[in-house]
T-cell receptor
Framework: AQSVTQLGSHVSVSEGALVLLRCNYS??????LFWYVQYPNQGLQLLLK??????LVKGINGFEAEFKKSETSFHLTKPSAHMSDAAEYFC????????????FGKGNQVVVIP | GAGVSQSPSNKVTEKGKDVELRCDPI?????LYWYRQRLGQGLEFLIY????????KSGLPSDRFSAERTGESVSTLTIQRTQQEDSAVYLC???????????FGSGTRLTVV
């Protein structure tokens, strides 16, 4: 069974500073990996995904993430935070073969300080 | 439709009443998922449909919870004899190709008083 660890439920970042959200997973087989963002009172929106191929993936709104198999990690970064990045971010994982069910981390609530 | 639609968006119900939550997935999406999101917590898997069949019901927390899907389209999640711990946002998602990820609806916020 796969699981996802996101440390630090709340993350504060200054406007213009680097955003770094950490995600580590445990999976018995190479996984699919996803990051989702949730704005207040909305559903989750896909930011980016890794399935196969290039390990550095770029997503919407200037975010990117790198799959590191040796570290079982898929950390999310953005070079310069904007006020509009304030939201909750979820990392999710699923094995390439199996029940197609995504397992989500507990999420990071990002607060952007002006 | 253009996106995943859930109704109602908000529901307040008295403890012990039954509720039905509806999900309209994106047309043509064969897979449909229900998740629950409690305040301050991550997403908890409830059930997964492939077509009209539910190969994975393992996340349903008790026999008070049930779900069905008809016409490979609309799904209904039913909670009988609601309890206060059922208060949460219930999210529905659909997908065609799993590698593309899920498309989520905006959720139904259920409050049991």
């Amino acid at each position: 069974a796969q699981s996802v660890t996101q440390l630090g439920s709340h993350v504060s970042v200054s406007e213009g500073a680097l955003v770094l959200l950490r995600c580590n997973y445990s999976s018995s087989v190479p996984p699919y990996l996803f990051w989702y963002v949730q704005y207040p009172n909305q559903g989750l929106q896909l930011l980016l995904k890794y399935t196969t191929g290039a390990t550095l993936v770029k997503g919407i709104n200037g975010f990117e993430a790198e799959f590191k198999k040796s570290e079982t990690s898929f950390h999310l970064t953005k070079p310069s935070a904007h006020m509009s990045d304030a939201a909750e971010y979820f990392c999710a994982v699923s094995p390439l073969y199996g029940n197609n069910r995504l397992a989500f981390g507990k999420g990071n609530q990002v607060v952007v300080i002006p | 439709g253009a996106g995943v639609s859930q109704s109602p968006s908000n529901k307040v119900t008295e403890k012990g009443k039954d509720v039905e939550l509806r999900c309209d997935p994106i047309s043509g999406h064969t897979a449909l998922y229900w998740y629950r999101q409690r305040l301050g917590q991550g997403l908890e898997f409830l059930i997964y449909f492939q077509g009209n069949s539910a190969p994975d019901k393992s996340g349903l927390p008790s026999d008070r919870f049930s779900a069905e899907r008809t016409g490979e389209s609309v799904s209904t999640l039913t909670i009988q004899r609601t309890q206060q711990e059922d208060s949460a946002v219930y999210l529905c998602a659909s997908s065609l190709i799993f590698a593309d990820g899920y498309t989520f609806g905006s959720g139904t916020r259920l409050t049991v008083v």
